[in-house]
Structures are given as structure tokens and as C-alpha cells.
Nanobody
Framework: QVQLVESGGGLVQPGGSLTLSCLASGLTFNHYAMGWFRQAPGKRRQFVMA????????GTADSVKGRFTISRDNAKNTVYLQMNRLKPEDTAVYFC??????????????????WGKGTQVTVSS
């Protein structure tokens, strides 16, 4: 049974930082591109960042360029999302995703094979 378990969410002040982690099990981790998505209340789930199985390339949403970084450790079956200079508009539930094949660097949701259950990130003073 495949599981993606996110952790690291919480409440942070504007301008602060958080690092999210996603631990994968039940799949051959280094065969999957991994991605992060987010969904704010009343809005559609949107792509944030993705990384290919080897960790050499990534897609990035314009809204987080220069502030967020994605990385993976294939030995630990874990993908990370380092979030810096957080803004209130970054407030959302953040989801981890795994895709065996992607049609582009910005992992379309139709390519996702597995989803995590999400972790809440709230940016507020």
C-alpha cells in the first residue's frame, strides 16, 4: 500500500520559513517524480513545485520562484519543500504527490498517481 505522509506544517509569521517533508512508502521512490501542490480554502488545488526522479530538474510555479526550493533524498524516500520569505497568500493545505510519468515539468494533476493527505501551513501575524 502506497503512503505519502507530509509533515512540518504549522503557523509562521510573514517573512518566516518552514520546511515540509514527505515520506513515501510502498513504492519504488526513485522511479517517481515528486511534487508539491497546495489548496487554499475555496480555491482549486494548484501546482507548487516538482522534481524528477534523479533530482536534477524541477518545475516551479511563478508565485513561489526565488522563495521555495524542492529537494529529495532517495536514500530516505523523502522529498522536501523549503519555504522562505513566506507570505499570507501562501496559506494553504500543502499536498505531496507522486507521478510515474509526467507530461511536463509542472506536473499536471492528471499525471499524479498518489497523493498525501496534506499538512496545513498558515502564514499570519
Amino acid at each position: 500500500q502506497v503512503q505519502l505522509v507530509e509533515s512540518g506544517g504549522g503557523l509562521v509569521q510573514p517573512g518566516g520559513s518552514l520546511t515540509l517533508s514527505c515520506l513515501a512508502s510502498g513504492l519504488t521512490f526513485n522511479h517517481y517524480a515528486m511534487g508539491w501542490f497546495r489548496q487554499a480554502p475555496g480555491k482549486r488545488r494548484q501546482f507548487v513545485m516538482a522534481i524528477d526522479p534523479e533530482g536534477y530538474s524541477a518545475g516551479t510555479a511563478d508565485s513561489v520562484k526565488g522563495r521555495f526550493t524542492i529537494s529529495r533524498d532517495n536514500a530516505k524516500n523523502t522529498v522536501y519543500l523549503q519555504m522562505n520569505r513566506l507570505k499570507p497568500e501562501d496559506t494553504a493545505v500543502y499536498f505531496c504527490a507522486a507521478a510515474s510519468h509526467t507530461s511536463g515539468p509542472n506536473m499536471p494533476t492528471s499525471d499524479v498517481n498518489y497523493w498525501g493527505k496534506g499538512t496545513q501551513v498558515t502564514v499570519s501575524s
